[in-house]
C-alpha cells in the first residue's frame, strides 16, 4: 500500500519541475511579450494544470481509498478488542453467579444439622422413563440409593442409582416420586406427587381441611426420607367440584428443575454429643 507521503511528494515534484522548465525559458524573454512567450504559456499551462488535477487526485485517492482501507483495519482490530472484552465480561458474570449459587448452598450446609455433600448436574436421563438427572457424586463419597437431595430452593428428589463416581437423582415431579407434606400456616398433611415439569399434585387432603392458594407445603419427615420442614412449593390451585372426600390441590415446586446445576445430597445425619448429658460413671465392682 503507497504511503500518503510518498505519494505527495511525487506529485510536488513533478509540479516543481514544470515551474522550472516553463520560468527557465520565460527568464530568457522578460522584457518583451513575444510569440514564444505565448508558445511556452500555452505550452506549460496545461502541464501546470494537469499537475494539480494529479495532486488533487493523489489527494481524493487517499482520502477515499488508502485512507479507508486504514480505518476498515483499525475497525477490525476495534472489533476484535471489542468481542475480547465481551468474553471476558461474560465470564467474570458467570464466575459471579456461580459463586452465588455456592454461596448459597455453603449457606444451607451450615444451617442442616446433617452431612451434605455437594454435587453438579452434569447430564439428564437419556432414556426418558423417568425424570431425573446425573449428578457427579457416587458410592465413593458416599451417596446412596434413597438419600435426598435438595437445594436452597428446596427439595430437588431422590438417588435411585448410584455407580462408583455418579448417581442418578429421581425429581419430585416424576409421577413416581412423593413426599410426605404438610402445609405450613394450618399443618394439614398430604402427599406431594409429580404430575408435570411445572406442578406437583398434593393428595390425600381432606375436603374440609382449610387450604388456600399462596399456601407453603414443607416436609413432614414422616416418609423417613427427607428431613422435616423443607421448603416443597406453593399452593397453586384448590378445587372442591368433585364429589369426594378429598380436595384436589395442586403446588409449584420452589425448584426450577430447568436451571438446576448444583445440588447437596443429605448423605446422613450428624451424631453430635450432646455436651449437657450426663456421662454414665464407671461400673461398680
Known amino acids: 500500500m503507497f504511503s500518503k507521503k510518498l505519494l505527495t511528494?511525487?506529485?510536488?515534484?513533478?509540479?516543481?519541475?514544470?515551474?522550472?522548465?516553463?520560468?527557465?525559458?520565460?527568464?530568457?524573454?522578460?522584457?518583451?511579450?513575444?510569440?514564444?512567450?505565448h508558445v511556452v504559456m500555452s505550452a506549460v499551462a496545461p502541464f501546470q494544470a494537469g499537475a494539480m488535477r494529479a495532486i488533487s487526485a493523489c489527494e481524493y485517492i487517499w482520502r477515499h481509498y488508502f485512507y479507508l482501507v486504514s480505518v476498515t483495519e483499525e475497525c477490525d482490530r476495534l472489533r476484535a478488542g471489542l468481542e475480547k472484552a465481551t468474553m471476558k465480561i461474560n465470564e467474570h458474570a458467570e464466575t459471579e453467579r456461580t459463586c452465588q449459587r455456592l454461596k448459597e448452598l455453603l449457606g444451607m450446609k451450615a444451617s442442616l444439622p446433617q452431612r451434605l455433600v455437594p454435587a453438579q448436574v452434569v447430564g439428564l436421563e437419556p432414556l426418558g422413563w423417568y425424570k431425573s438427572v446425573i449428578i457427579n457424586r457416587g458410592s465413593e463419597d458416599g451417596v446412596a440409593k434413597g438419600m435426598p437431595v435438595v437445594t436452597p430452593d428446596g427439595i430437588v428428589g431422590q438417588i435411585v442409582t448410584t455407580s462408583y463416581d455418579y448417581a442418578k437423582v429421581m425429581?419430585?415431579?416424576?409421577?413416581?416420586?412423593?413426599?410426605?407434606?404438610?402445609?405450613q400456616r394450618n399443618r394439614t398433611r398430604g402427599i406431594v406427587e409429580g404430575e408435570t415439569d411445572e406442578t406437583c399434585r398434593f393428595k390425600y387432603v381432606v375436603r374440609n381441611a382449610e387450604i388456600e392458594i399462596g399456601d407453603i407445603v414443607v416436609s413432614s419427615g414422616l416418609d423417613g426420607v427427607f428431613p422435616k420442614g423443607l421448603q416443597v412449593g406453593s399452593v397453586v390451585e384448590v378445587s372442591k367440584n368433585q364429589p369426594d372426600i378429598f380436595q384436589e390441590v395442586k403446588i409449584r415446586p420452589f425448584v426450577d428443575f430447568s436451571r438446576l446445576e448444583e445440588v447437596l445430597v443429605i448423605v446422613e445425619d450428624s451424631k453430635q454429643e450432646d455436651p449437657n448429658k450426663v456421662q454414665p460413671g464407671p461400673e461398680k465392682p
Open 9 to 37: 511528494i511525487v506529485c510536488l515534484v513533478l509540479f516543481a519541475l514544470a515551474n522550472i522548465i516553463f520560468l527557465s525559458i520565460n527568464a530568457k524573454h522578460r522584457r518583451s511579450d513575444t510569440l514564444l512567450d
Open 171 to 183: 425429581l419430585m415431579v416424576d409421577r413416581s416420586s412423593g413426599i410426605d407434606g404438610l402445609v
